[in-house]
């Protein structure tokens, strides 16, 4: 099991940028895969990036360039640096962790932080 913490969600206008934080309570090498996730009201959720336990990443080609998945090993803390923001960035951001117990996938998910981003 894995409890998680996102942060960081804010109202900020399009070109600007925010860091969302998800601390983690057990150490990022125990977990497979984290990611970040957004949904907007109506939309399926999606997800944004991912970074494996061995530090790989992807990214949903709508924030290629943009946003940057990165991890803080010695802080359980997996962030999110989001650069020139658009509207229709605004959603949920999630944090969401992937651990294999008992020989199977489980996920976890934190309660999510609110981004606004305005024209």
């Known amino acids: 099991q894995v409890q998680l913490v996102e942060s960081g969600g804010a109202l900020v206008q399009a070109g600007g940028s925010l860091r969302l934080s998800c601390a983690a309570s057990?150490?990022?090498?125990?977990?497979?895969?984290m990611g970040w996730y957004r949904q907007a009201p109506g939309k399926q959720r999606e997800l944004v990036a991912v970074?494996?336990?061995?530090?790989?990443?992807n990214y949903a080609d709508s924030v290629k360039g943009r946003f940057t998945i990165s991890r803080d090993i010695a802080k359980n803390t997996v962030y999110l640096q989001m650069n020139s923001l658009k509207p229709e960035d605004t959603a949920v951001y999630y944090c969401?962790?992937?651990?294999?117990?008992?020989?199977?996938?489980?996920?976890?998910w934190g309660q999510g932080t609110q981004v606004t981003v305005s024209s």
């Open positions: 969401n962790a992937r651990l294999v117990e008992n020989s199977a996938f489980n996920e976890y």
């Open positions: 057990r150490s990022l090498f125990s977990i497979m895969r």
């Open positions: 970074i494996t336990s061995g530090g790989n990443t």
